[in-house]
């Protein structure tokens, strides 16, 4: 049986073990763009882990099944009485955004007004999620997303300085802290007395969050810790109180006795001392919000100001991230309604060739498009917060996909809504130009979405890989596991011979039965090219990078396609008013997904990609040789 | 000597909607409609609040007549700083009918039953625009009134009351119990906090029907037809007096 050796020359070749410390790199999504440095693998600690079966859609398509239990119902986890209460909350909130705030002013004087600073304050925007018994609004991921949406919809830079603060600033605080401090400083920057801000990045230090240098060294009387170092393009970092600060700090194995750096996450006030501040940073938008490099010289830490444990610091980190990308999605929800509202406004009172320009086609195909891409987000949004606040710790990968899916999605509905309006949109007066700039960190911030891709696409391959590994532990006592051996057999059997009866996702209303069953196969085909890859690269698959690009986009087009069909069969259940608007485009969001899946899944397989992609590395290697664009002018001169 | 004042807060349609006639001509959809708190209300809850944080009033109590939605109405109240609220229930089909003399007898009774020695209501709903029921109800409870205020002070027993009228402004002085109407200038109210709202859930809202206070809703009018404002008409621009005066006089205006 070929698979089989397959599977015994992947064990040996230590798939597991090789992958790790690559994927362990690539979580070091620091929340800001990436600087060139690299380090070394190896320094990482191993982590053997075992299988844990996980709950992710994701991830379990990964190996081809089609895990549903978190998607399908549309999960809907707002008791009624939360319900209840975000209905008070959402009209308040909205209020004050479109009454006193101004999103162009603050663009204008880069900076966000004292006086929406103080609204903010008095609104509790700055402890949303903070219990209420610590001065918080206590709200779950849930309600949390919905004002996100509307904060999302007016300005991304009161956003940003919020979402620093808040969704990475005193985060850690909040899900790593321990009863003391959290009882010390949530009061005061729920309040928005204190802001918070997260302090990763290093000017040698982007998305290999592992290589950061700021270093903190237990003092001689070990009575507190001692940190220097400098952070780069810190939001809030001119204004915040309050950090979390990653730095290394040497760490003693009790059992080897050798002492080695780790990261460590320190809550450390301002009011420590030895910490400083660079000037604004000139950005190209979000300009409302402060972004600084910080700097601490010989800062005192307080021992207990340790947060999530000594060498902890990029768990802490990861999970801060991790927690917060939801809200990504949720506010570019918002912002998309608001680029649409106007693309919208436009097309139904202007008239030109004797028609107004809704009729034609060409801005038809527009406008759907927009639609179809805020549909897919808004809806990944709130079924990831759903998960989340049911309990779910499998939804990295989701979250992942929903910021890379919302910020292009956010940049494209807004750039098709400039086209849309032609001249006007391109004026700063429409209002769309400073959304333009303002959408453009998303693709970039809080991890690429380069580097989450290749996070999706590897993290699946390990889960993935480790199935593999219990299916060749099982065939090494074949009569005990006859069962899981054959039921395996036939699957792999039939897909060798191209015959995929993938059956249709289940639970999906029947209109969209068509849709189910791309689906279907979609995910069946995923789980055989991903299988392919592994039996295929071993080890070296995390030196395949455009190769993991089509399989990540493959990924995000099935979750997408998933969220679509999930949320619409919901609403044609419920028979929702809007119902059939939504089966059309969950309809066709599957129809073109499976289309470009199929075409990155075989791009993936096909001779000519391969070449392609060599090609491609070479055109790229002589333009770095050369420093420049390689061909000459046609013109000679 | 510290006052319990009674505020009364109407759910209408949102000021920001743009209202449509509903088919039979009846009167206006509200099905689907955002509905907030009539803007005149506010101002009146804001004030009894202020007085409050002056320690002239020792409490604050919301009353809303309307169907069960009114109760966010009353919670907004809450949030702004009032201390409880009566929801006094009535279906979404009997509020069309809904006069402002019943919401006066409705008034009158709880001020009564609550000890309220002070009244404020707004001085108009911005959806009927029927401006009576601060009168009606200061008459039917026999007390002094002080509508449209932009002001307001109190003196020992005594409300010092800035009036907005035609030919300005006019202070008057009311003994107390009062019943108050609030004018557009009489305060900024404030916003509803989250953390506000959510302290709100705390606060009690006690529920009851007009015929537990004795009031009767038998209907005093009819409404006979709900119609749209006739659109303007284009105007025309003309060259010089002389011919504007010419098409006045040709349209019969002078």
């Not at chain 1, 230590?14 to 070091?28: D, M, V």
């Not at chain 1, 039996?535 to 979750?559: C, W």
Request: proline share 4%; with cysteine.
């Amino acid at each position: 049986m070929r698979s089989t050796k397959l599977l015994f020359s992947l064990s040996k070749n230590g798939f597991n073990k090789e992958i790790t410390p690559a994927l362990t790199r690539l979580q070091s999504t620091a929340a800001q763009p990436a600087a060139a440095d690299s380090k070394p693998a190896g320094k990482e600690k191993k982590m053997n882990k075992e299988v844990k079966p996980s709950l992710s859609f994701v991830m379990n398509m990964f190996r081809g099944a089609a895990v549903t239990d978190q998607a399908i119902p549309y999960p809907y986890t707002l008791s009624s009485e939360e319900k209840e209460t975000l209905e008070m909350l959402v009209d308040p909130t909205e209020k004050f955004f479109e009454e006193c705030n101004d999103a162009m002013k603050n663009d204008a004087m880069e900076k966000v007004d004292e006086t929406t600073m103080q609204g903010l304050r008095e609104m509790g925007a700055f402890g949303l999620q903070v219990p209420a018994e610590l001065g918080g609004v206590g709200l779950n991921n849930t309600q949390y997303a919905r004002l996100v949406e509307v904060v999302g919809m007016n300005d991304l830079g009161v956003g940003i300085t919020l979402g620093a603060h808040q969704s990475i600033g005193f985060k850690g605080i909040l899900i790593a802290g321990n009863p003391e401090q959290k009882a010390k400083y949530l009061p005061k920057v729920a309040s928005g007395e204190q802001m918070a801000a997260f302090a990763l990045t290093e000017p040698s230090s982007g998305s290999d969050a592992g290589s950061i240098r700021s270093r903190a060294v237990p003092s001689a009387d070990g009575s507190h810790y001692i940190l220097n170092g400098s952070k780069i393009w810190i939001s809030n970092g001119g204004m915040a109180e309050v950090f979390t600060v990653f730095a290394q700090t040497p760490v003693t194995d009790p059992r080897t006795g050798a002492t080695k750096d780790k990261v460590t996450a320190f809550i450390v006030e301002r009011a420590f001392g030895g910490v400083s501040h660079g000037a604004p940073e000139k950005k190209m938008g979000i300009k409302a919000s402060n972004t600084a490099e910080v700097y601490f010289e010989d800062t005192k830490i307080p021992l207990e100001n340790v947060l999530g444990g000594v060498g902890n610091g990029f768990k802490v980190a990861m999970e801060i991230l991790n927690n917060g990308r939801f809200g990504m999605a949720a506010a570019l929800s918002g912002t998309m309604r608001y680029s649409i509202k106007k693309a919208l406004d436009f097309a139904t009172s202007r008239t030109q060739f004797g028609n107004r320009i809704d009729t034609y086609g060409t801005i038809q195909e527009k406008l759907a498009r927009m639609a179809m891409l805020h549909y897919v987000t808004e809806s990944m949004a709130y079924m990831i917060s759903s998960n989340m606040d049911a309990g779910s710790k499998d939804y990295h990968l989701e979250a992942a996909i929903s910021k890379c899916f919302a910020s292009e999605a956010a940049w494209h509905v807004t750039d098709e809504a400039i086209q849309v309006m032609g001249g006007m949109g391109f004026m700063k007066e429409s209002g769309l130009e400073r959304v333009m700039r303002d959408l453009r960190i998303f693709r970039i911030f809080e991890g690429t979405n380069d580097i989450l891709r290749l996070f999706v696409a590897l993290t699946g391959l390990q889960y993935a890989g480790g199935h593999l590994r219990e299916l060749q532990q099982a065939l090494k006592n074949p009569a005990a596991n006859m069962g899981l051996i054959l039921g395996e057999g036939t699957k792999r059997a039939r897909r060798a011979i191209g015959f995929t009866k993938g059956g249709p996702i289940e639970g999906v209303h029947p209109n969209l039965s068509e849709s189910a069953m791309l689906l279907g196969r979609g995910i069946e085909a995923f789980g055989y090219c991903s299988e392919g890859l592994l039996m295929k690269h071993g080890k070296n698959i995390v030196h395949e990078q455009f190769l993991l690009n089509r399989l990540a986009n493959s990924a995000i087009d099935l979750y997408a396609g998933l969220v679509a069909v999930s949320r619409a069969s919901k609403s044609l259940t419920e028979n929702l008013p809007s119902c059939t608007h939504e089966e059309k485009i969950a309809r066709v969001w599957v129809n073109e997904a499976s289309d470009r899946v199929q075409l990155n899944l075989t791009a993936v397989k096909s001779s000519v990609s391969q070449s392609n992609f060599k090609d491609l590395a070479s055109i790229a290697k002589d333009l770095c040789d050369n420093g420049n664009i390689v061909a000459e002018r046609p013109l000679g001169i | 000597m510290s006052l319990r004042v009674l505020v009364g807060c109407k759910r209408v349609i949102d000021y920001a909607v743009k209202i449509r006639v509903r088919p039979d001509k009846l009167g206006v959809v509200t099905d689907g409609v955002k509905h907030s708190m009539n803007p005149f209300d506010e101002i009146a809850i804001e004030e009894a609040v202020r007085l409050k944080e002056k320690k002239i009033a020792k409490e604050v109590v919301a009353v809303s007549c309307g169907p069960t939605q009114a109760q966010e109405t009353i919670r907004t109240a809450l949030a702004m700083g009032a201390d409880r609220g009566i929801h006094v229930e009535i279906p979404a089909k009997e509020m069309e009918k809904l006069e402002p003399l019943h919401v006066s007898k409705i008034l009158a009774k709880l001020a009564e039953q609550e000890q309220a020695e002070l009244v404020i209501v707004g001085k108009q709903a911005i959806d009927d625009d029927s401006n009576a029921t601060a009168q009606m109800t200061a008459a039917l409870l026999d007390w002094p009134q002080a509508t449209f205020a932009s002001k307001l002070e109190k003196t020992d027993g005594e409300l010092e009351v800035t009036r907005e009228v035609d030919g300005g402004l006019e202070t008057i002085k009311v003994k107390l119990p009062a019943v108050v109407s609030s004018d557009l200038r009489l305060n900024e109210p404030r916003y509803a906090t989250l953390p506000n709202i959510m302290k709100a859930k705390k606060k009690k809202i006690a529920k009851m029907k007009p015929s537990d206070l004795g009031v009767n809703l038998a209907s005093h009018l009819e409404v006979i037809e709900v119609v749209d404002p006739p659109t303007r008409e284009a105007g025309i621009k003309v060259e010089d007096v002389d011919t504007l005066v010419t098409k006045l006089k040709d349209s019969g205006r002078i």
